[in-house]
């Protein structure tokens, strides 16, 4: 069954450092989407992307952040200089349609800031 | 905002028994949809209710929907120890636009 896979899926960084996590969505989806969720918390929208475009990003998705598609499987997420409460687990998400529907997720990948 | 609040924010059954988690949310919406996720794992979707749907069955699950009083539940019939996860209700405001979770239910199935 496809699946959606992201790597790492755990990287402990220094403050200030940057950091690339990357994610792989199903091959013939078409909107992708950044999601994080704080231990133990609720899970956070972060950016969505279409069409080589952010459609739709939330107030936490800052300039330290950024994404990018560099060629035809991959989807970025870049935080600039991370910060302690970047700490998170991260995830990546894709779906087919145009209209809302279901989401395939990854299985996250795990940010530590020290 | 649009966010979905669970209700409760645990729960704790034996076996066997139903479980049912409500979520309540701010404004109108397009779909609402419940994903579960199991500790330290990504999310997976379970079923998804279009705001004209009122209830919606898939094998153990059953989901209602009332626009009036912005809430639905989620009813898990026979539960089992595998049920035991988190189950979050997301909600959009229109058609392609973004997600938004609620803050889940964890559900704890005991044998």
């Known amino acids: 069954e496809p699946e959606v896979t992201q790597t790492p899926s755990h990287q402990v960084t220094q403050m200030g450092q940057e950091v690339i996590l990357r994610c792989v969505p199903i091959?013939?989806?078409?909107?992708f989407y950044w999601y994080r969720q704080i231990l133990g918390q609720k899970v956070e929208f972060l950016v969505s992307f279409y069409n080589n475009e952010i459609s739709e990003k939330s107030e936490i998705f800052d300039d330290q952040f950024s994404v990018e598609r560099p060629d035809g499987s991959n989807f970025t997420l870049k935080i600039r200089s991370t910060k302690l409460e970047d700490s998170a687990m991260y995830f990546c998400?894709?779906?087919?349609?145009?209209?809302?529907?279901?989401?395939?997720f990854g299985e996250g990948s795990r940010l530590t800031v020290l | 905002s649009q966010q979905g609040e669970e209700d409760p924010q645990a729960l704790s059954i034996q076996e066997g028994e139903n479980a049912t988690m409500n979520c309540s949310y701010k404004t109108s919406i397009n779909n609402l949809q419940w994903y579960r996720q199991n500790s330290g794992r990504g999310l997976v979707h379970l079923i998804l209710i279009r705001s004209n749907e009122r209830e919606k069955h898939s094998g153990r699950l059953r989901v209602t929907l009332d626009t009036s009083k912005k809430s639905s539940s989620l009813l898990i019939t026979a539960s089992r120890a595998a049920d035991t996860a988190s189950y979050f209700c997301?909600?959009?405001?229109?058609?392609?636009?973004?997600?938004?979770f609620g803050k889940g239910t964890t559900l704890s199935v005991s044998s």
């Open positions: 998400a894709s779906n087919l349609r145009d209209v809302t529907g279901e989401l395939f």
């Open positions: 997301a909600t959009d405001t229109r058609a392609g636009t973004a997600l938004i």
């Open positions: 091959s013939n989806h078409l909107y």
